[in-house]
């Protein structure tokens, strides 16, 4: 595989293809999750705080 960016491992590997595979709707898609999760674990360490 041809990558800027060099992989560790296969999980790293897997990953890269995702980046310079995935439709622009599955990237769409795929940033929603993260964006879900992060407003997820920001909550928590606020809760966490209190």
């Known amino acids: 595989m041809n990558t800027l960016v060099p992989a560790t491992d296969d999980l790293d590997r897997e990953f890269l293809k995702l980046l310079t595979t995935a439709t622009p709707a ?25």
């Open 26 to 50: 599955a990237m769409a898609e795929f940033a929603r999750i993260m964006q879900a999760e992060a407003q997820r674990i920001g909550l928590n360490l606020q809760e966490a705080g209190q």
